[in-house]
């Protein structure tokens, strides 16, 4: 199973950028679908991006053309840079890797992202 530390949420005004980090370990990171998921308080987890280990990506429509979703296999690093923020995309942020061969899910721990108006 695959470790996950995600890092870079704060606290952003309207219109601001943020940058979200994380760092795998335990598996190479090639093998793993990685994704970035948020919880809203009072809501359930929603998807926001996917990219595959092919650099295949996917945004939720809630954040197309304000989000970009990267990874960097050799350092087992996936990034989601999030630009023109919004109230709404205050959440915790986790990190997601999904195992191909096994179809196993991996969490991080979650990163707060606050955006005021």
């Known amino acids: 199973q695959v470790q996950l530390v995600e890092s870079g949420g704060g606290w952003v005004q309207t219109g601001g950028s943020l940058r979200l980090s994380c760092a795998a370990s335990g598996t190479m990171l090639m093998l793993h679908t990685m994704g970035w998921y948020r919880q809203a308080p009072g809501k359930q987890r929603e998807l926001v991006a996917t990219i595959t280990s092919g650099g295949s990506a996917n945004y939720a429509d809630s954040v197309k053309g304000r989000f970009t979703i990267s990874r960097d296999n050799a350092k087992k690093m996936v990034y989601l840079q999030m630009n023109s923020l919004k109230p709404e995309d205050t959440a915790v942020y986790y990190c997601?890797?999904?195992?191909?061969?096994?179809?196993?899910?991996?969490w991080g721990q979650g990163a707060q992202v606050t955006v005021s108006s």
């Open positions: 997601n890797a999904f195992a191909i061969v096994s179809k196993t899910y991996s």
